[in-house]
């Protein structure tokens, strides 16, 4: 039978697609007419290329999909087939079409090989955490807690982070620590824990990019660094390779948000005339998730001992002439637990998820 989150009408807009790519887990959409004849094939490359352009969220993928997307017809599938298409190409998905071009079903590596074949290559990009943030947002729970250890579903949130890693065969974890450093340490020593940590520890608040200085000598090449209170659902190697083709010096990870305004916006001219009013727009952009795969030569921009965030040193970064890159992914993928009010609808979003 076929999965309908692998279907969409040319007419549909990327966010309805990126809510589909997220909920099939396969990167990639069958393009069909009304009979579900095939069109072409949407891959979240064509939405990434789509919305660091000119579209946005609300813009049709009609003019954005690869009209020349790969399929096989009913009648040709064997085994032996689907196995030498997938191995000769790197393909997401296959569509499996009748002779009149009706899609009938959709296959993908997992269904051809053991599923856990591909991912037999581990990542050495290690990923640095900065966890030595006093977590003023959630007081007062961080007046006892450090923030990394705040429990979501009866597990810190520093595990769920490093899990979402090592499913993706990433176990090299740096901690930058500060704020109720020993609690942390306690803590993976009572636990046993089966990740491989190493601590860095301020001596004074260095900021969310200055602590990164103390690690010059450790990080090679490319590495992740993620703020402990982000849970993001991200293709590593994806974003690796975007990294590296496009040559950034540092690659933002962006959710892309679309957010209503609940009134009408009055639009007016020079002398303070109604022009016109508009009814609830809508805004559509990409918010930093504070995600970012950096590569070690930023290192050399960061000062010595002194307190330096992140957007310092992307501004200094770019007046430097160094690319700097944005990987935009679905705004469902992120959560930011860093606050109340999202810490309460992630536990919420989690459970409906385990459920």
């Not at 076929?2 to 807009?13: A, H, R, S, V």
């Not at 690659?251 to 022009?275: D, R």
């Amino acid at each position: 039978m076929l999965d309908k989150n692998f279907i969409i009408l040319k007419n549909q807009t990327i966010i309805q697609a990126m809510k589909l790519i997220n909920t099939n887990l396969h990167k990639c959409l069958i393009v069909v007419d009304g009979s579900k004849k095939m069109l072409g094939t949407l891959s979240d490359g064509d939405i990434r290329t789509a919305l660091l352009k000119d579209f946005n969220l609300d813009s049709k993928i009609n003019s954005i999909f690869n009209k020349k997307g790969k399929f096989i017809y009913k009648k040709d599938v064997t085994k032996e087939k689907l196995k030498k298409i997938f191995l000769k190409q790197n393909y997401d998905i296959l569509p499996i079409l009748n002779n009149k071009k009706i899609v009938e079903d959709v296959t993908y590596w997992s269904k051809i090989f053991n599923p856990n074949i591909k991912d037999i290559n581990k990542l050495e990009t290690p990923v640095v955490i900065m966890a030595g943030g006093e977590g003023s947002r959630m007081k007062p729970f961080t007046h006892i807690l450090p923030k990394p250890l705040i429990p979501i579903n009866e597990k810190p949130i520093i595990e769920h982070i490093m899990e979402k890693f090592i499913v993706q065969g990433i176990t090299n974890f740096l901690y930058t620590i500060n704020h109720k450093a020993e609690i942390m340490k306690a803590y993976f020593r009572e636990t046993k824990s089966r990740f491989k940590i190493k601590y860095i520890q301020e001596k004074k608040p260095l900021g969310t990019a200055g602590s990164l200085k103390l690690l010059k000598k450790t990080l090679k090449k490319n590495f992740f660094v993620i703020n402990c209170d982000t849970l993001a659902n991200i293709d590593c190697k994806d974003i690796i390779k975007f990294h590296e083709k496009k040559k950034n010096l540092i690659t933002i990870i962006a959710s892309a948000k679309q957010h209503i305004i609940p009134y009408g916006i009055c639009n007016i001219n020079k002398k303070g005339e109604l022009k016109k009013i508009t009814e609830k727009p809508k805004i559509n952009f990409l918010a930093s998730s504070g995600i970012y795969l950096v590569n070690q030569r930023a290192l050399k921009l960061i000062p010595n001992n002194k307190k330096f965030d992140f957007p310092q040193l992307i501004s200094l970064a770019k007046k430097r002439g160094y690319k700097i890159g944005v990987f935009p992914i679905d705004d469902s993928s992120w959560f930011d637990v860093g606050q109340w009010e999202e810490y309460r609808k992630t536990i919420d979003k989690m459970k409906i998820n385990e459920n």
